[in-house]
């Protein structure tokens, strides 16, 4: 199975910036996309970001476009979310998720494999 763990969370303040990791392990070789999706206390699972494990095709959500950025390292298992000109509306747990299936999906229920989530809090 994949494995994936999140870090770089924490407490910033509007207009600040923070930068997501998203480390795989085990049978990566089976990843086709990585998805970055957060959830607010009381709302769903949204969509923020993906990325195709070659690292050639990205998706964005409307409310980050311009503002965060997904890349994944060169030959590398890592992933990141490059978050600028951060919002309190963008406070909300992070996880990164694994595709294993062709084909890229901004559901949270197309992706195959979570890491834990990682806490971001922006303040007023």
């Known amino acids: 199975q994949v494995q994936l763990v999140e870090s770089g969370g924490g407490l910033v303040q509007t207009g600040g910036s923070l930068r997501l990791s998203c480390a795989a392990s085990g049978p990566t070789f089976n990843i086709y996309t990585i998805g970055w999706f957060r959830q607010a206390p009381g709302k769903e699972r949204e969509f923020v970001a993906t990325?195709?494990?070659?690292?050639?095709?990205?998706s964005y959500t409307d409310s980050v476009k311009g503002r965060f950025t997904i890349s994944k390292e060169n030959r590398g298992n890592t992933v990141y979310l490059q978050m600028n000109s951060l919002k309190p509306e963008d406070t909300a747990v992070y996880y990164c998720a694994a595709r294993v299936r062709v084909g890229v999906r901004t559901s949270p229920v197309e992706y195959d494999f979570w890491g834990q989530g990682t806490q971001v809090t922006v303040s007023s």
């Open positions: 990325i195709t494990w070659s690292g050639g095709s990205t």
